[in-house]
């Protein structure tokens, strides 16, 4: 278990931006279960598309792995399945090799510390893509969508989880508050809720739901299916 998440305890006095650095990597368990509703929850569902999609002698994909937590889904769901996971924050691929050092060998585990737009993706039965596409460039996310698409198997499948907006405006302001009052809940000040939301102005960029669902139409997916929804976070299994 990290650390206790205090990063912006004294609000954003440094007025950085947010990065994936040593700092957060400490506390980004605790962050992200505070922070996301539903997300253990979304890991439950990598774990049973895992089992029922996972095809023998294919490769499954953590893409923005962090922590792994996908990773860790995945293999919960088919223990000999050969898991890529791949993060471009070197923090979280040391933390990763060291929390996963029983599980990691040749041929069920690897970590890779590389830009996800470089990457090289093949043979995949399950790519698993959990809060990454909002922190990508509008053009990068149609790229990573088609590298996907390429990389999965006839009847593969991409699960992505993603926080996204509303475009009625009201309706927009009315599940931001609701989403601070379960931050407030889970021990969050407004100090803490104003610091990373400060921190992540510019470089967090969601999208309507919809958004999601046409890119994956739009590159070849045959069936877009949402199978989480909780406040302005959602889970989306997309089949080839």
């Known amino acids: 278990m990290g650390k206790q998440d205090n990063i912006y305890e004294k609000g954003n006095l440094s007025g950085l931006p947010f990065t994936f650095n040593e700092e957060v990597t400490e506390v980004f368990e605790d962050m992200i279960k505070r922070s996301v509703p539903g997300y253990r929850t979304s890991l439950k569902i990598i774990t049973h598309y895992a089992k029922n999609f996972y095809k023998d002698d294919t490769n499954c994909y953590d893409i923005g792995c962090s922590l792994g937590a996908s990773s860790f889904s995945i293999l919960q769901g088919a223990n000999k399945a050969k898991i890529i996971a791949i993060d471009k924050s070197e923090a979280m691929i040391d933390e990763c090799e060291r929390k996963f050092k029983k599980y990691k060998n040749p041929s069920s585990l690897t970590f890779l510390n590389e830009d996800i737009m470089e990457s090289d993706l093949k043979n995949a039965s399950l790519i698993v893509v959990n809060y990454l596409i909002q922190f990508l460039e509008l053009e990068e996310r149609d790229i990573l969508f088609k590298k996907i698409f390429k990389a999965l198997i006839p009847q593969g499948i991409l699960i992505l989880s993603e926080k996204v907006h509303y475009e009625n405006k009201f309706e927009n302001q009315r599940i931001i508050n609701t989403h601070h009052l379960?931050?407030?809940?889970?021990?969050?000040?407004?100090?803490?809720?104003?610091?990373?939301?400060?921190?992540?102005?510019?470089?967090?960029?969601?999208?309507?739901?919809?958004?999601?669902?046409?890119?994956a139409r739009k590159v070849g997916f045959i069936r877009a299916e949402k199978v989480l929804s909780n406040l302005n976070f959602r889970t989306f299994v997309f089949s080839k």
């Open 182 to 215: 379960f931050k407030s809940a889970n021990g969050y000040s407004d100090l803490e809720i104003s610091g990373k939301r400060d921190s992540l102005e510019g470089i967090l960029k969601t999208e309507c739901e919809g958004e999601h669902i046409s890119r």
